[in-house]
């Protein structure tokens, strides 16, 4: 036992610490995929249609497999008994026929899609040898936009796959007796995320214990080991997926792809280590994109503003295949449409249709950035069409805070919109404020009225955050008080070890320095659902919160008999069991106990060894969080080009945990948008040819582009549905950016309904200002 | 992204260059500078040279000096070593404000002057700048040196009168006169980017008119040229709004535009309009 120590509350949450994640980042010695070797390993190198749609004659691979290094290549002949890539979630029958064969077997459908695989002693043996494979291809006719008639997906199957709808209410009934109906036509543009680091897979077969190992996982290990369970007809407990440090996600990378199903199999079929990593160019054609729709949306307003009916329609291109998230995204745009506003009837038609371009599906904050911007135009062009104040407008159809809860007959996810807390009218004020909007006005008239093309705009949403069902965590104590946390989450670079820490820190009343967090490791516990939907902090810092208190709980109770004191008298303080109710007094610190619980230990009794505990977190519903954007634009009316003047970010996160990494998840995803809204799109030629594969064509914005952000972090509405009222903060900085930035641009041209598609790149603006549409 | 097998060869002469290339461009053989340009579409595997002569160790080639008036930049020389001038006076001020413009700080570091020259892609600010100043291009090959006006160097996209197997050792760009106002201006997507349209003008002012004007229009046909009407616009001119605009507006007229799948020809000549108006408006605002 140690001497009496000040008693002193360590407090964690709340307080912007140093991320524990970047001593081995800042230092050259982080641990990507690229950097994961093992003995004997071959090198993967996939052979990828030139060909948007054709059906496939023959494939030539004697003069790659002749080729000094090459070990095998592989055509769908070779891996027949390998399924298509399954659905994350779980089998959807009815959508299996469109689902991506691991290699291509009678057709090519995007240009990029895997045909053949080639096996090598080293990566350039690999790439020479792919440069040798030879296909005959016979074309068939192509479909590059979701908006024109659908075609043959395969005989017999519509390229339509399915036609999504939610809704409630009696919407003709509305539109026929409404004060007026506003009707427009919008879309987003194909982009998608693109992180750093391009995806990696290293497949690893262990004979001799019977196991499977696939690295380069990333977002949801123990998604992608259940589902390869499923496609290799293995057991899950048979495989184990590992994931290092992760050069951004974003949505689009962790999911399973045929690469990583290739490895698998060929490191078993192989008895070799296979590693494969994805260059730029394949990045770009290849790894899921995302985004592109059309709307036609129609609203039944009453002469006040009131919002009565929302009547939407949309073409949602999905891309040659449907990936591992279904139909996730399409679904989800129909049930988060109508936002942070009230409306009493509503419809939404999806057509999600196939087309032949990469794959597509979620990147962050899916459906919501989409459907933001087509609501928010919405809005706006109800505010023209009714001669009133555009955010007057907003305050009369927002869902007020004595609305909460307010549930809406839609689904999300699964689940049923369920808004927890919030009061938008009071956070949309705050943004106002921060950005002295009735002065603002009045500068940027002033400068419109000397010719320059200067506007401002706000865009407000809800974001839902923090998918369940249910989050697991196991934190244990060692003999020299240091404190492991294990969680089947995941960490995408957005400081979830710090975050954990913090939370299992504050809980614990130990230093968070002294936890270390594990995750994405499928062999150190069995369930998890990692990082994405913005679920990390609000799931696994709520078990990890459960697992904290029961461990306190056993280490008070133990401490209790060797300090002869009450449970209720006993405080943990940094790392030490100490009495609350006298000042000098003795100590014992957790690294005492979790020897006095060792199993040989004379003092444990009769309790279970080890000073350790497992807690779980469950959920019903996903958390609301909800924000407002604001910008100033400014046109250059000869070049098109745009500039961001000022950007303000208002956002209630219910409690953050650290600030600094939620502003940091907000700027990031802020750029993001920015990407979206004014320079990233993936474009094709005629033939279906990407034309966006390297970064001289997919343009995104960098540090000469980016304005600085002000974040307004607000904790006003803290959600009663987890211990910590946490809400999640991941995808809040992207979701509004491409309505606001429309919104801004067209006040700042002064031509209202003239911006009506996503990206506006200088040369479509150029075209609007000079009437050439 | 592994570049075709390749192989490599580093001359440590001129002379050793030059014969190399003689022997070896008729096989694709190609001169490594600073790669800048040829190494990513090796790695596209857009273009597989069986041999690359790299002449990065070949010293004499790093020369930047004035002789005879003239600014002499040596093969080797990076873009970096014109971010501060490293002549006194216009020319100086010039290279170092266009420098700027040219892709992003670790490319400066590598690529070089007479590699971009010789590169031709028609988005070059250099290209623009040797022949608005009317640069001489000094080619050499195992048959001799010869010199190649600025006027009569480029001749296509990425396509030059070099000779394959012609090596451009250096480049000399005529000192300005002091006094001489210069301009440029640019219009990209994002910064570092390949400029969708760039004008670079210069010209002096004697009696209160514009004496011996220059402007090249870069980025919008398939190589830059000096645009003789809009010369002729500001020529004996008051400099003012009036001349500018008016020769911004023949330079407008005067171009073919390129077109590709984002810019039209009508884009890029608005965007030629505008350009040309704000390198003069810079050239004005300097000289003030």
């Known amino acids: 036992m140690n001497a009496p120590g000040k008693v002193e509350a360590t407090t964690w949450i709340g307080r912007s610490v140093e991320r524990l994640e970047d001593p081995p980042l800042v230092t050259g010695r982080g641990r990507f995929a690229g950097d994961i070797s093992f003995p004997h390993q071959l090198h993967m190198r996939i052979v990828r249609s030139n060909h948007a749609h054709g059906r496939i004659v023959g494939i030539d691979t004697a003069a790659a497999k002749a080729l000094p290094g090459v070990v095998a290549v592989w055509t769908a002949a070779d891996i027949a008994d390998v399924p298509p890539v399954d659905f994350r979630e779980g089998r959807i029958e009815r959508l299996e026929p469109w689902r991506q064969p691991v290699l291509a077997t009678d057709r090519v459908r995007y240009v990029g899609d895997p045909v053949a695989a080639v096996f090598a002693e080293s990566a350039y043996v690999a790439e020479d040898a792919a440069d040798l494979v030879t296909m005959e291809i016979e074309e068939l006719p192509l479909l590059l936009d979701a908006r024109d008639e659908p075609g043959e997906f395969s005989p017999g199957r519509s390229t339509e796959a399915i036609v999504l709808r939610q809704g409630y209410g009696d919407v003709d009934a509305v539109m026929r007796t409404a004060h007026a109906v506003v009707d427009l036509e919008l879309s987003v543009g194909r982009h998608s995320g693109v992180p750093l680091e391009t995806r990696g897979a290293i497949g690893r077969y262990d004979a001799s214990r019977d196991m499977l190992e696939l690295h380069g996982a990333a977002k949801v290990p123990h998604r992608n080991r259940d589902l390869l369970a499923r496609m290799l007809k293995r057991s899950p407990s048979s495989i184990s997926v590992h994931e290092a440090h992760v050069g951004g996600g974003f949505g689009i990378r962790g999911e399973l792809y045929p690469e990583d199903v290739l490895v698998c199999v060929a490191a078993m079929r192989l008895g070799r280590p296979v590693k494969w990593i994805e260059d730029r160019r394949e990045h770009l054609i290849c790894a899921n994109h995302s985004r592109q729709q059309t709307h036609r949306i129609k609203a039944g307003v009453a002469a006040d503003g009131r919002i009565l009916a929302i009547d939407d329609e949309f073409w949602h291109d999905q891309g040659a295949y449907v990936r591992t998230h279904a139909t996730r995204v399409a679904m989800m745009v129909c049930g988060i449409l109508p936002g942070p506003y009230r409306v009493p009837a509503y419809r939404s038609v999806g057509h999600f249709r196939l087309t032949n371009k990469t794959p597509a599906a979620t990147y962050r904050a899916p459906g919501r950035y989409e459907t933001t911007f087509i609501r928010e135009r919405l809005v706006d062009a109800i505010a023209h069409r009714l001669g009133i104040d555009a955010i007057a407008v907003r305050r009369k159809n927002l869902i007020t805070k004595e609305d909460m809860p307010y549930h809406v007959p839609l689904e999300v996810l699964g689940e049923a919109v369920h808004m927890d807390t919030g009061d938008y009218a009071a956070l949309l004020d705050k943004v106002l404020a921060a950005a002295d909007w009735p002065n603002l006005q009045a500068a940027l008239e002033a400068r419109r009225a000397k010719g320059e093309l200067v506007g401002a705009s706000v865009a407000m949403f809800i974001e839902k955050s923090g998918l369940g069902p249910s989050d697991g965590a196991r934190v244990s104590v060692d003999t020299s008080g240091a404190v492991e946390l294990v969680t089947g989450g995941a960490s995408i670079g957005q400081g979830f070890e710090t975050v954990m820490a913090q939370v299992c820190a504050e809980t614990l009343g130990v230093d968070y320095r002294t936890v270390r967090v594990v995750h994405g490791q499928t062999d150190r516990i069995a369930f998890g659902i990692g990082a994405h939907a913005s679920r990390a902090t609000v799931m696994t810092a709520s078990a990890t919160h459960n697992a904290a208190l029961k461990l306190r709980d056993k280490a008070l109770e133990y401490a209790s008999g060797m300090l002869q004191a009450p449970v209720d008298a006993l405080a943990i303080v940094g790392g030490k069991v100490v009495r609350t109710d006298r000042g000098a007094s003795p100590s014992i610190s957790l690294g005492e106990i979790a020897a006095g619980l060792a199993p040989t230990s004379k003092t444990r009794g009769s309790r279970e060894p080890g000073l350790s505990a497992e807690g779980w977190f469950d959920t019903e519903h996903q958390v609301y969080p909800y924000g407002t954007h604001l910008a100033v634009a400014r046109v250059d009316r000869e070049t098109g080009g745009v500039t961001i003047e000022r950007y303000v970010i208002g956002y209630d996160i219910g409690r953050a945990i650290n600030p600094m990494l939620v502003n940091g998840q907000i700027v990031g995803g802020f750029t993001q948008g920015l990407g979206g809204a004014l320079f990233e799109e993936f474009i094709y030629s005629e033939r279906g040819d990407p034309l966006s594969a390297s970064f001289a064509d997919y343009v995104m914005p960098t540090a000469h582009e980016t304005p600085r952000v002000e974040v307004i972090l607000t904790e006003e509405a803290p959600t009663p549905l987890n211990p910590l009222g946490i809400k999640g903060a991941g995808e809040s900085g992207i979701t509004g950016v491409g309505a606001v930035i429309a919104s801004a641009v067209e006040a700042a041209i002064g031509m209202p309904g003239a911006i009506t598609a996503l990206p506006i790149t200088p040369q479509r603006l150029k075209r609007i200002l000079d009437g050439r549409r | ?288």
């Open chain 2, 1 to 288: 992204m592994k570049p075709a097998p390749f192989r490599h060869y580093a001359p440590a002469t001129v002379d050793e260059a030059v014969a190399l290339l003689a022997r070896l461009a008729p096989e694709d053989g190609r001169i490594l500078a600073g790669g800048q340009s040829l190494v990513p579409t090796m790695a596209f595997r857009l273009a597989r040279p069986p041999h690359l002569i790299d002449i990065n160790g070949i010293t004499a080639l790093g020369r930047l000096a004035v002789e005879n008036g003239k600014l002499a930049i040596g093969a080797c020389v990076r873009h970096a070593a014109f971010h501060r001038p490293p002549v006194d006076g216009p020319l100086g001020a010039l290279l170092a404000r266009v420098v700027r413009h040219i892709a992003h700080y670790p490319i400066r570091t590598r690529g070089t002057f007479c590699g971009s020259v010789a590169n031709a892609d028609p988005a070059s600010e250099w290209c623009t700048l040797a022949v608005a100043l009317g640069a001489e291009m000094v080619a050499q090959s195992a048959r001799g040196s010869r010199v190649i006006p600025a006027d009569k160097f480029f001749a296509g996209i990425m396509t030059t009168a070099l000779a394959e197997d012609e090596l451009l050792t250096e480049v000399r760009l005529p000192l300005l006169p002091a006094g001489t106002r210069t301009g440029f201006y640019e219009f990209s997507r994002r910064a570092g980017d390949f400029a969708i349209a760039m004008a670079l003008a210069t010209y002096r002012v004697e009696g209160g008119k514009i004496v011996d004007p220059r402007v090249a229009v870069g980025g919008a046909e398939p190589h830059p040229r000096r645009i003789a009407e809009a010369e002729q616009a500001l020529a004996g001119q008051a400099p003012g709004p009036a001349a500018f605009t008016a020769a911004a507006e023949r330079a407008a007229a005067a171009v073919d535009p390129m077109e590709d799948v984002n810019n039209s020809a009508d884009y890029r000549r608005d965007l030629v309009r505008a350009v040309t108006r704000r390198a003069l408006e810079q050239a004005d605002k300097a000289g003030q």
